[in-house]
């Protein structure tokens, strides 16, 4: 029985290592229930498909109700006879877990390893790269973005439409080996100009004002429509994955084979060869948009804390210069609070933390969980194996590491190994019946925390300077067997339910 579980289990982690772009993800995940489904009913890009799926899988900080659903196509896009849009492929753990191949509780472990074991992109040339089979360019007179690509407005209120899986892909630009990946805020602001929002810190962010300070414009492809193991492996950040690397080296790794790249066709560049869509551009020297202005309505658009982002009032602007999609390319996107950026964001800062303190202490830390409720960046629970007087004082420092690696954490829990760190009811009977706000919580006063962060913008009045906490809500080691919870015989419930009545 063991061993059959064990095999299983190999097999799943072998058959995934078959995806290598979004198409043969979806063609793997076809074959669990309910993880996937299409609609041919039309829906309209503009207000309405966000609103639909918030009701079935965007799941995460969105605005009740909501919940974790299937991933969807919808096939009939008004507008865009020839398009499909897919929303949420990896808004679920279960579902990224499948796609990895790994259980979903081992996941953020499983990534670093993965960033152990990375492999470096390979090139193709341009009769392999799929991405090219239908190309736009944009001297031509019929080039426009919003007519070639479906327009994806999420609210009302946004400052317009956006790319949110655009993996833009950038390099220094005197020294191309010097590549980054990284997923921003892209509006549509003309028929061949994207705005572009770097959070503080992005490295492809110091490409560009390298690139502004000698008054020269940087080349970047913007790539949709990928394996889901780039986009989670471009979720790694300093200093894990240092400036000067690639994260797709870590897609590599995940998946034992190198991400293919290809020489972009209008700018020095490369691109994902198998992306469904690459936007080339470059983003211009000294130019600045504002980023609501064909709109003027003072938001941006929905963010991952759950409240939908102000209008950046000067942003730097792409002009782009092609497009090249595969034929009947899917425009992949997500939703911004939803549990897709949970995961994209949540599964490297698991890794990252677990990295650094198996590296420090190891043995200690069991898992992490970035939480859903900080959108994967605010809120993580660590779980910790004391084994003995000396690890309750090293499992605070272990929560020391953990802020220490991921500048844009805030709150910390901290739970032993009989808890079941990924259910929140467990995590919090923890903190019920083992932790004492007086002498368990810890406060890191005045420390950058995430600009998105409204706590910290309106209550400390100081824009990205917050306070770090850490609840401990572990058992002192000498006094663990007062801790001892009831402990049911172990058995095999399922004669029981197979021979129940009124099951369906
Ligand atoms: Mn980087």
């Known amino acids: ?220 492809s913007i790539n949709i429509g990928l394996d889901p193991a780039i986009y989670i492996g471009a979720g790694f950040e300093a200093p894990i994955t240092p400036f000067g690397f690639n994260e797709l080296c870590i897609a590599g790794g995940l998946r034992e084979k190198p991400v293919e790249l290809t020489e972009c066709i209008s700018i020095k560049q490369k691109a994902i060869a198998r992306a469904e869509i690459v936007i080339e551009g470059e983003i211009l020297p000294n130019v600045r948009i504002q980023e609501d202005k064909n709109t003027k309505t003072g938001k941006a658009m929905p963010e991952f804390l759950g409240y939908t982002g102000k209008a950046n009032p000067s942003l730097p602007i792409i002009k782009v210069k092609a497009i090249t999609t595969r034929k009947n390319p899917i425009l992949q996107t997500l939703i911004g609070p939803g549990e897709e950026h949970v995961n994209l964001v949540g599964i490297p800062t698991e890794a990252s933390i677990y990295l650094q303190c198996e590296d420090s202490i190891p043995g200690l830390v069991k898992n992490v969980y970035a939480h859903s409720s900080g959108g994967g960046k605010l809120l993580a629970i660590l779980q910790v194996n004391k084994r003995n007087q000396n690890d309750d004082g090293m499992t605070r420092h272990a929560a020391i590491i953990a802020l220490a690696i991921y500048r844009e954490l805030k709150n910390i829990i901290l739970v032993d190994e009989d808890v079941n760190l990924f259910d929140t009811n467990d995590v919090l009977w923890a903190m019920q019946t083992r932790y004492s706000g007086d002498s368990d919580t810890l406060f890191i006063p005045g420390i950058t925390g995430h600009i998105l962060d409204p706590s910290q913008i309106s209550i400390n009045n100081n824009k990205g300077i917050t306070t770090k906490t850490i609840f401990d809500c572990t ?24 021979k129940s009545e009124y099951k369906k």
């Open 475 to 498: 058992v002192p080691y000498n006094l663990k067997n007062k801790f001892i919870r009831t402990n049911f015989k172990k058995l095999n419930p399922n004669i029981w339910l197979n």
């Open 1 to 220: 029985m063991k061993k059959n579980k064990k095999n299983n289990k190999k097999n799943l982690f072998n058959k995934s290592l078959m995806i290598n772009d979004l198409r043969s993800a979806i063609k793997f995940i076809k074959n669990f229930p309910n993880q996937y489904i299409e609609t041919n009913y039309q829906v309209n890009p503009i207000n309405e498909l966000a609103s639909v799926y918030r009701y079935i899988g965007a799941g995460g900080t969105v605005m009740r109700p909501t919940k974790i659903g299937p991933a969807m196509t919808f096939n009939n896009i008004k507008g865009f006879p020839d398009s499909r849009i897919l929303v949420g492929l990896m808004a679920s753990r279960k579902r990224v877990s499948k796609l990895l191949g790994v259980s979903s509780k081992n996941l953020g472990i499983h990534m670093a390893k993965a960033r152990k074991k990375i492999i470096t992109p390979v090139f193709v040339d341009k009769k392999q790269a799929i991405c090219q089979e239908v190309i736009y360019n944009a001297n031509e007179k019929y080039f426009d973005i919003r007519k070639i690509l479906p327009t994806i407005v999420n609210t009302p209120e946004d400052a317009g439409p956006y790319f949110c899986l655009g993996l833009m892909l950038s390099s220094d630009h005197n020294n191309q080996n010097n590549t980054d990946v990284s997923i921003h805020r892209l509006c549509i602001q003309s028929k061949n100009e994207l705005s572009v929002f770097f959070a503080p810190g992005r490295h492809i962010n110091l490409f560009r004002k390298k690139a502004e300070s000698i008054g020269k414009s940087l080349a970047i």
